[in-house]
Structures are given as C-alpha cells and as structure tokens.
C-alpha cells in the first residue's frame, strides 16, 4: 500500500485539472483495499474511487480520500467451445485489455480499442464506440460492498446497463467498488460486424482483416476526432447524445428538413448532442482557458490551466444556448467530483 498526502492529481486526471487530494492510496490487493475503507469510516473521510481519470471533472481539492486500484490487474481465461471467459482486474488498461483480446484471438472489444481508462470503470459508464457496448460482452462484475465489506459477483442483469448509464452511475454511486469484470468473447469469425468508418479506414476486404488490424483502424479513425489528453486536456464526449419524445421531433422536423436522428424504442429519438452545439456556436468558440475542440464540438478543451470551476462554468454555457435554441438539454457525461 502507498500513501501520499496533499497530492496533486493532475496527472491522474485527462483534463489536466490542478486539484489536490487530502491523501492519496494505491490499494494493491483487495485486503488493502479493505483497510483503507475501514481506515476513512474511522476518520469520518469521504472516499473517492479513481481509474484512469477520463470521465471526470475535478471541480476542487478533495478533502477525504482518494483510492487509486493499481494493484488488481490480473487476467485469466477459460475456454468454453467457442467462446471464451475473460475474467479481468479493475486496475487494467482498458485500451491494453482490448488490445490483448484482439491478439489472443478473441473477438468482441475490437471496437472499444483506443478509449482511455480502465477495465473497473467500463461498466459504470457502458463505454461504447462504432457500434458496440461494453454490456454486449460483459457477463458480470465482482464488487466490494461498501455497507458489508464483503465481495460477491453482481450478474448483468442487476447492473440496468443503458446508454453512458449502469446501477454504479445512477442509483447507487457510492456503494459498490468494481475489482474485476467477466466478459464472454467468441473466437475469430470471418464475418465480424463492422461500423462503416472503421470499414473504410481498412480498405479493400475489410473483413479479412486480423482483429489486431482492426483495433489499429479503430484507434487512427478515433484519433482523428479525439485528441490526445497530454495534447489537449479533455475527457472525452462532454454531453451524452439527448433522447426526445416525439413532440420534440415533430418541432424540431417543422424547423430543420435534415439533422443527424436516430429511432430509439417506444417511438423516442436520440439526437446528436454535437450537431446542436454546433448549430448554436462557432467553430473552436472558447471563453479564456476552456472552449470546444475544432473538429468535435462534443470534446470540451483544457487549452491550459484552466480550473474545474470554469470546465463547469463552460459546459453550463453550452447547455444554455443549446437550450435556448432547441429547447433540448444537455447532460453533462463526466462525473464531477467536488
């Protein structure tokens, strides 16, 4: 276990932001992990959980403490015909486990390659990129219960797995710690199911292609709207995409001819939370230290020792105009830590 006091997480956060931590531990091991728990109730200190540190916003100092799981970062697999069972730590790289899977032969993440952050925090968010979800692979999630200290394993079903949505983010964010996830993976099938821009990033017979191939395509097609978090502070999409009732569409419909829509179940519409950015501002706008990326309106930039306050004050800016405009609100996709 390592313990550090008054430590700057700045580095362990993809939006750059300069807050620091009352005191900072890397658990090892799930008794560690324990310890520290027991160690904080007794202090009366609140309790931050951090992976990769790529959806959040830090809006200030932490006064309690924050948990960094460094040291669970096992992999195992057990074959079951044509499938395999990845059982993987909370503390891998989430961009190395995908990149593992793919040259083990194992397919199912592909489309995953290149999202920051770690194996544990891909089902609070249900991460998903071209495509594909995490809870499409994913069986289930050992857990830490914070009320018992005990672990058990939480099957799918019990995780209300939705988009950029789960049980961990919504209904109880502060009592489960994920120490590993179980995915169920199928060997290498010829007709793979890829999205069209990945397609075109591989060329001619794009299903002939290693799964290695493809997360290499994934990445250079993600890296084009994505910058790099040491370049640019950001953590990823700012807003997840709205979903509107049928009213909302029909007035939108009796305004614009043409905009980017999808049909979602029970006769709702999911929009693109970029095109309605971009339609209420310019290209790059940016009031001081924080604006929006040139080619993604949905990536909120840290152009540089920006705070966590103006990152908000920022996005709440957005979400105004937006509103204005469209009568359509944004939700913030980040969680704010404060």
Same mark, same amino acid.
């Given at each position: 276990?390592?313990?550090?006091?008054?430590?700057?997480?700045?580095?362990?956060?993809?939006?750059?932001?300069?807050?620091?931590?009352?005191?900072?531990?890397?658990?090892?091991?799930?008794?560690?992990?324990?310890?520290?728990?027991?160690?904080?109730?007794?202090?009366?200190?609140?309790?931050?959980?951090?992976?990769?540190?790529?959806?959040?916003?830090?809006?200030?100092?932490?006064?309690?403490?924050?948990?960094?799981?460094?040291?669970?970062?096992?992999?195992?697999?057990?074959?079951?015909?044509?499938?395999?069972?990845?059982?993987?730590? #909370?503390?891998?790289?989430?961009? &190395?486990?995908?990149?593992?899977?793919?040259?083990?032969? /194992?397919? !199912?993440? +592909?489309? =995953?390659?290149?999202?920051?952050?770690?194996?544990?925090? #891909?089902?609070?968010?249900?991460? &998903?990129?071209?495509?594909?979800?995490?809870?499409?692979? /994913?069986? !289930?999630? +050992?857990? =830490?219960?914070?009320?018992?200290?005990?672990?058990?394993?939480?099957?799918?079903?019990?995780?209300?797995?939705?988009?950029?949505?789960?049980?961990?983010?919504?209904?109880?964010?502060?009592?489960?710690?994920?120490?590993?996830?179980?995915?169920?993976?199928?060997?290498?099938?010829?007709?793979?199911?890829?999205?069209?821009?990945?397609?075109?990033?591989?060329?001619?017979?794009?299903?002939?292609?290693?799964?290695?191939?493809?997360?290499?395509?994934?990445?250079?097609?993600?890296?084009?709207?994505?910058?790099?978090?040491?370049?640019?502070?950001?953590?990823?999409?700012?807003?997840?995409?709205?979903?509107?009732?049928?009213?909302?569409?029909?007035?939108?419909?009796?305004?614009?001819?043409?905009?980017?829509?999808?049909?979602?179940?029970?006769?709702?519409?999911?929009?693109?939370?970029?095109?309605?950015?971009?339609?209420?501002?310019?290209?790059?706008?940016?009031?001081?230290?924080?604006?929006?990326?040139?080619?993604?309106?949905?990536?909120?930039?840290?152009?540089?020792?920006?705070?966590?306050?103006?990152?908000?004050?920022?996005?709440?800016?957005?979400?105004?105009?937006?509103?204005?405009?469209?009568?359509?609100?944004?939700?913030?996709?980040?969680?704010?830590?404060?």
């Amino acid at each position: 276990m390592k313990i550090s006091f008054q430590q700057s997480l700045q580095r362990f956060n993809t939006f750059g932001v300069d807050v620091r931590a009352h005191m900072l531990c890397k658990a090892d091991s799930y008794n560690e992990l324990r310890k520290i728990l027991k160690f904080a109730e007794h202090r009366a200190l609140p309790v931050f959980f951090l992976g990769g540190g790529s959806n959040i916003l830090l809006a200030r100092d932490y006064g309690g403490v924050v948990i960094l799981l460094e040291g669970l970062m096992d992999i195992d697999l057990c074959s079951m015909g044509s499938h395999w069972l990845v059982r993987a730590g #909370a503390g891998v790289n989430w961009d &190395g486990f995908v990149q593992y899977c793919a040259q083990s032969g /194992l397919q !199912g993440l +592909e489309a =995953l390659a290149g999202i920051p952050g770690t194996v544990g925090a #891909a089902p609070i968010q249900n991460i &998903g990129a071209y495509g594909t979800e995490v809870a499409d692979c /994913l069986i !289930g999630v +050992e857990v =830490l219960d914070r009320l018992t200290l005990t672990r058990y394993w939480l099957p799918r079903h019990a995780l209300e797995l939705r988009y950029r949505d789960s049980v961990f983010k919504s209904r109880h964010p502060q009592r489960w710690v994920i120490l590993s996830v179980l995915f169920q993976l199928r060997e290498r099938e010829t007709c793979a199911q890829l999205d069209a821009k990945v397609r075109e990033e591989l060329g001619d017979h794009p299903q002939a292609r290693s799964l290695t191939e493809i997360t290499s395509a994934v990445r250079r097609v993600r890296n084009r709207r994505l910058p790099e978090p040491g370049h640019l502070g950001n953590a990823g999409s700012f807003f997840v995409n709205p979903v509107v009732d049928a009213d909302c569409m029909e007035r939108l419909l009796a305004r614009y001819s043409q905009f980017p829509a999808y049909a979602q179940a029970g006769g709702r519409w999911k929009l693109s939370a970029g095109w309605l950015i971009q339609q209420g501002v310019a290209v790059g706008f940016r009031v001081s230290r924080v604006g929006i990326h040139t080619h993604n309106p949905l990536l909120v930039i840290n152009h540089g020792g920006a705070t966590g306050a103006e990152i908000i004050a920022f996005g709440g800016l957005l979400q105004r105009l937006v509103f204005a405009k469209f009568h359509v609100e944004l939700v913030r996709e980040p969680v704010c830590v404060e």
